[in-house]
Structures are given as C-alpha cells and as structure tokens.
C-alpha cells in the first residue's frame, strides 16, 4: 500500500466533491436504451443520460478484465504497471497482482481525507499488495475476481453460457474486508447486496467526501439475476441481468438525492470492455461497432460513458473522445490533490468539459491488445497496425501500410482508406513513436 500526502492546505474551502464510479463488466455499446438498445429497458440510466453528459466516443484503455481494471484505478496504460500480457487477465492461480508502488484513485482520495469503499468485483489480485485494503480502500464487499473462476471440476463444457448456468457450478468466494463470508457466492442476489451495501455507505458517509467504486459482477457470463428480475426483459437472461444493473444505478441516485449530496458527487458510468460476443444471446451488443470484448476493434474498447453531477454537469451528449484514465486525474482535480510525483499518468482531468463545455485538446488513444499496440486513433482517424478478433484465436495479421478508418463517416470500420491518406498515416505513426519512446513498461504480473 503506497501512503500519500497530497493534499495542500486551503483556508474556508468549499466541501470536497465526492465521486462514483459505476463499472459494468462486459456491457456491449448497444445495451443501453440511451445507447440504441430496442430490446432492454433502462430507464434509469436513460434518465442518468438525460440529466447528464453521455459520450458517444468514451473508451476503456483495454479489451478484456483485468487490463482495464488497472488503468481506471491507475490512470495510466496497464503496460505500464505490467497488468497486461499474454495470458491476458488474472486467475486465481496467478502469482502477481496490481502492484503496491502504483497509486490508485483510492489513495490518492484517502490522503485526502476521503472515505474509500470498493464494492462488487476486483480481479485485480488476491495476494499481498494487491488485495483492495492494499490499494487505499477502507472496506471492501465482493469477488476476487470473475464469476466465471473456480469452476466446478463437472461443470460441463460452454455452462457459463447458457441461459439458465447451474447456481453451484462455480465455487467464487464472496469476500467482506478480504474474508469469505459465502462460498459459493449466491449469484443470483449479488447485483442486490452489492446496491444495499453502496446505498449504506453512502448514507453513512454523507457528512464527509467519499469515493465509491462499485464494479458489477456482470453481464459477465455466467449470468444471473435476482428473482424480482428474472424473465422480465426482452433479451433473455442478459437483458434481465443488465436491468437489474440499471435498477441498482437508480438506487444510488436516489439515495444521493434524498441524502442532499447530489449536487456535490460526480457519478461516472462505464464499462469495462465491449460484450463477449462469442457467448451468444448471453453476450450483448457493441451496436453498430465492430467486433467486441477482447479485440481492438471498436466494439472491443468503445462502451457506453456516462457523467452525472445535478446543478454542476449540464445535460447534454458529446463527441469528445475519452476514456477511463481520465477518471484519476478528474478525481484528483476535484479533491484538490496534486499528481503524484514521478508518476506518468495517461489521462486528462475531465472538469473543463464536464462543467464549462470546453473541448478537450486533441491527443491520440493508444489500443493495446495484452502488452502489443495494435492501433492510434487521432481525431476521427484510427490506424490498425495488427488486427486480431476477439476470440477463437484466428491468426494475427500485420499490415503495412496499416489500415485506416475514418470514424466519424465509418463508424463499423468497414472502408479501409488508407492509400488516399498517407499524410494521416504519418501524423498517426508520429504519436505513436512518441508515445513508445518514452514507454517503461512494468514488470509482467499476469504470468
């Protein structure tokens, strides 16, 4: 656990913002009726959208669990803590872990004198140092890592996704504070006590600024929902799963409201990568994008970004290309906390466009696929040097000169036009060899 002493002394200053972040886990582009779903109903995150800033152009820094995980809590490119590779994401036979030395949002807030409370899943590692009391939080309620891990030795092939997964076939702990308090988890009521657990905090936080990161269990496979919600949606058992989410969301906007601090908490939602497409019915859409979880398509790392903050955000939807690592330097800036020394951080502190409408500087995004940069995108333009879908594991491709996709007019990355666009090419191609120049990457934790 790294300590930090960040705050600077401020005479008569106003109440520190409090801030939410909400992280589904597989949720696809299209899943959301703000987002274009005809088939799954959420009206509280469609009022969420209203009252609000949804982006139509937010992306997670990774395409799978654990990668992303990293970067929201880091800020940075999970290259660069090693929480990335080849094997992709962490299991629970894994020897690493997030490490101690990285700064999470969680302590950069607690020095600050901010409450800090993870709820719902981790998967950021289970040994020393890793664990969510290492990393700056005071409580912590939920898995170690993905529903779909510790699978019963019987379980039969493809279980995790069918429509109706046996409630014993995996043996996931539910943990309080690094204790098992259940094992197996009952699934079927964890998107329930993972709200009852959040409404609790922040009502009894309300007095002082706090930071709640609250990560669902799901849409990831194997899907559940609570009795209230099972067989009520559309889209099967993921459309009830996703609007069990959005009931939950409207739990923890309500309480802000009816607690008094709306107006002072930033509430950002988002999703950890794009819908694991290869699991059917139980896998979402990424809308009109392309491809999903697990490949640096669109559909694989473009999700579904939402800022609500009632009197400070004002309604609206923009086309500002951001991403999660903007949320620790955001947070931060809301805290009056400093950056960390010798830390490079990866994003841009939100607030001008959150609450004055200014555009953001024009930066490139980066995609890696484990530890390889696959693809840039600059303005609307994205460069795929590798390509490689999802999953099913078809052989990798290069291509020189690489491929290029204007995503204002092509969206689905559909028209490669990259023989009429050289001079873009160079401009991308420029980005990245600064980007990589100056790239210290850490030490590989997922092996």
């Known amino acids: 656990m790294v300590s930090l002493l960040l705050t600077a002394p401020v005479a008569f200053a ?20 703000c987002y274009g779903s005809p088939v799954i109903r959420t009206p509280n995150l469609d009022r969420m959208a209203a009252e609000g800033l949804r982006f139509t152009d937010f992306y997670s820094a990774a395409e799978v669990c654990t990668p992303s995980r990293a970067a929201l809590l880091t800020g940075r490119y999970p290259i660069r803590s090693g929480m990335c590779g080849n094997r992709r994401v962490l299991f629970p036979n894994s020897k690493g872990g997030l490490p101690p030395a990285e700064i999470t949002i969680a302590e950069a807030l607690k020095g600050a004198g901010y409450a800090t409370a993870h709820i719902g899943k981790w998967h950021l590692g289970i040994h020393e140092g890793s664990r969510p009391l290492d990393q700056g939080f005071d409580r912590s309620f939920g898995l170690p890592y993905s529903n779909d891990m510790d699978a019963r030795a019987d379980l039969p092939r493809g279980a995790s996704g069918s429509p109706n997964p046996p409630h014993d076939g995996w043996n996931v702990p539910l943990l309080r504070d690094g204790k098992i308090v259940e094992q197996p988890a009952d699934q079927t009521t964890l998107t329930k006590r993972y ?23 799901f849409p990831h496979v194997p899907m559940f929902a609570s009795p209230a919600f099972k067989g009520r949606s559309r889209a099967g058992i993921y459309g009830d799963a996703v609007e069990e989410i959005d009931w939950s969301v409207g739990q923890v906007l309500e309480t802000l409201r009816k607690q008094g601090i709306a107006k002072n908490t930033l509430v950002f939602f988002t999703s950890d990568n794009g819908p694991w497409l290869i699991m059917g019915d139980q896998g979402g859409s990424a809308g009109l994008l392309r491809d999903g979880k697990g490949s640096t398509w669109e559909g694989g790392m473009r999700v579904p970004g939402i800022a609500w903050m009632p009197g400070r955000i004002k309604p609206g939807v923009t086309a500002q290309l951001a991403h999660t690592m903007d949320l620790f330097p955001t947070a931060i800036g809301l805290a009056g906390v400093k950056p960390p020394a010798n830390v490079v951080l990866d994003g841009l502190n939100l607030a001008p466009l959150l609450f004055e409408a200014m555009p953001l500087p024009e930066r490139p995004f980066f995609y890696y696929r484990g530890d390889q940069l696959f693809a840039s995108r600059l303005g609307e ?24 996709f204007h995503l204002g007019r092509d969206p689905s990355e559909k028209r490669n036009v990259s023989a009429d666009h050289p001079d873009v090419l160079a401009q991308i191609q420029q980005a990245v060899n600064a980007h990589q120049s100056g790239l210290v990457p850490g030490a590989p934790q997922l092996e």
């Open 14 to 33: 106003a109440p520190k913002a409090n801030l939410v972040i909400i992280f589904a886990d597989d949720l696809g582009y299209g899943d959301l009726g």
């Open 195 to 217: 709200t009852e657990e959040a409404v609790k905090f922040i009502k009894e936080q309300k007095r002082r600024p706090f930071f709640l990161y609250f990560a669902h269990t």
């Open 381 to 404: 333009w994205k460069a795929h040097f590798r390509t490689q879908p999802g999953y099913g594991q078809p052989k990798l491709e290069s291509h020189e000169p690489p491929l290029l």
